[in-house]
């Protein structure tokens, strides 16, 4: 296998760390230290063994698409880091602004800044969109406030009585990206966004997450279509059957046929 792997050379060039137990590793990135760091991470479904040691660092206020085939592992990895319980973390270091994601339950996570947008949605049925904006507030760390994410996302003040679940697909997306913004997130993670969205939708959305980013949240963005997510992204890693083949800048990938065509088949 003919692998383009950048990960390796920025593993010898790290820093690994010598930090004191509890004490994040120096990770770093050249000269900036990482404001985001998995290490090594393995994660298990019950005996499956799916995510095999994923390395990657990520900047403030970087973008970085997580990319790869069907089954690579990129659902997978997003929810190892989101400390969900599914796949179980078995081995490895997460790291959160100073704080360490591996030792806590998602929940914890996610007060330390974690924001999963799962790929479902998971809009609540029975609430109206603000309810389902407010019940995201019911516990700090409160982040956007509700009006705030109603500019961002007109549409979702012009229907903010309408039951959630009665939105449309695209509008459902838009809520569950709220959402999360109305908590305080360090770390956006976004799971096929544009998934079963008609192209006018995905243009919107792809707007709005342009306007995150000029904000500077850090994010992460699994992409089937992976050539709007390297456009939206600064940086990209690949997985491959649970491994990371390839992480460099999203114009590398953009500009390689051969990348494109043996790990995203475009
Ligand atoms: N709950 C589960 N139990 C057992 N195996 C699972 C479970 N969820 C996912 N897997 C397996 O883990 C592997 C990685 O799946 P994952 O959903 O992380 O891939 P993905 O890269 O997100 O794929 P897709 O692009 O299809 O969303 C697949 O082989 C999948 O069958
Ligand atoms: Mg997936």
């Given at each position: 296998m003919s692998v383009v792997n950048m990960a390796d050379v920025k593993a010898k060039t790290r820093d690994s760390g010598n930090a004191a137990p509890g004490q994040q590793p120096t990770h770093s990135i050249g000269s900036q230290p990482a404001y985001f760091s998995c290490w090594d991470i393995h994660a298990y479904y019950g005996e499956s063994y799916i995510v095999q040691g994923v390395s990657f660092d990520i900047r403030e206020g970087e973008i970085v698409a997580l990319l790869g085939r069907n089954g690579a592992g990129k659902t997978s990895t997003l929810r190892a880091i989101a400390r969900v319980?599914?796949?179980?973390?078995k081995a490895g270091e997460i790291w959160l602004d100073h704080q360490p994601?591996?030792?806590?339950k998602s929940a914890q996570a996610a007060q330390n800044g974690v924001g999963l947008v799962p790929e479902d949605r998971r809009i609540i049925a029975g609430l109206t969109v603000e309810e389902n904006l407010k019940l995201a507030q019911i516990a700090p760390p409160i982040g956007w406030s509700i009006d705030r994410v109603y500019d961002l996302f007109p549409r979702l003040g012009e229907r903010?009585?309408?039951?959630?679940?009665?939105?449309s697909g695209g509008e459902q997306q838009m809520l569950a990206i709220g959402r999360t913004l109305a908590r305080d997130v360090k770390l956006l993670l976004l799971d096929?966004?544009?998934?079963?969205?008609a192209p006018v939708i995905v243009q919107e959305i792809e707007r709005t997450l342009e306007q995150i980013k000029a904000l500077g949240m850090t994010t992460i963005i699994v992409e089937q279509n992976a050539i709007a997510a390297l456009h939206l992204a600064d940086r990209a890693i690949i997985l491959d059957m649970g491994q990371v083949v390839f992480d460099g800048t999203a114009q590398d990938v953009l500009d390689s046929a051969e990348l494109r065509q043996q790990y995203l088949a475009i």
């Open positions: 319980d599914d796949p179980a973390l994601l591996h030792s806590m903010r009585k309408q039951e959630g679940t009665t939105l096929e966004p544009y998934e079963g969205l």
